[in-house]
């Protein structure tokens, strides 16, 4: 992939990818929203702080967005302008699906807009990461603990960090259910076929062989 926050390298089609993925996740986390059946961890604790603050979802989106960049800092994270876009963009886009979308339906509407919700999920995910301008904040988080600390297992620390949000998320009214364990077994299986799918190729490497330019090409047989 080409390297985060430079964008000398096919800056339209990476700009573009970027933006249609933040709007996609936005997207998917109001359809997982008005599905009624439970929300991933992050939405979850989301959900739970709305609920307490009386802020909209989107703004408590972008607030704890906002901290969990904050806390980048003594990790020596360096975000890109992916990561900055994730925080505002998201956070917007769900807040004007929610109040274009209507609450209520029968089951299998909230049941299809479940499943549409967590794949829609998955595919932003591999557009917004293959445009490789910089991960969102709470992916940056466990990555550079788990790089400040080499020892540690990524999928521990993942697992520890989505567990903590999730009871605290619960515990502040958060809507955990059956959306909550089909996203978790969902997100991984869909985001590794979308992230490749939607990977921005990387740049030629420039040949370190330079071109004979000016020699006399030596007889047949005569040593060099």
Do not use: C
């Not at 901290?67 to 003594?74: D, E, S």
């Not at 969102?136 to 949000?165: F, H, K, N, Q």
């Amino acid at each position: 992939m080409a390297a985060i926050g430079n964008l000398r390298y096919r800056p339209a089609r990476r700009l573009i990818q970027l933006y249609a993925g933040l709007t996609l996740y936005g997207v998917s986390m109001a359809l997982m929203i008005r599905s009624n059946l439970g929300l991933d961890p992050w939405d979850v604790f989301h959900q739970g702080l709305a609920r307490q603050t009386r802020l909209s979802f989107g703004t408590v989106t972008i607030a704890v967005g906002a901290v969990v960049l904050l806390l980048w800092i003594p990790l020596r994270q360096r975000p890109g302008l992916g990561t900055v876009s994730n925080v505002v963009v998201i956070g917007l886009v769900v807040d004007a699906t929610l109040a274009l979308l209507p609450p209520g339906g029968g089951l299998p509407l909230r049941i299809g807009l479940l499943i549409l919700g967590i794949v829609a999920n998955g595919a932003a995910t591999g557009l917004y990461l293959g445009a490789a301008l910089g991960p969102g904040p709470r992916d940056g988080l466990m990555t550079g603990y788990v790089a400040r600390r080499p020892g540690r297992s990524i999928r521990l620390v993942r697992t520890v960090i989505e567990v903590t949000v999730l009871a605290l998320g619960w515990l502040l009214g958060g809507k955990v259910g059956v959306g909550t364990v089909a996203y978790a077994l969902a997100i991984g299986p869909l985001a590794q076929m979308f992230i490749p799918l939607f990977a921005v190729p990387a740049p030629p490497v420039p040949s370190t062989v330079e071109p004979a330019v000016g020699r006399t090409p030596r007889p047949a047989g005569e040593a060099a």
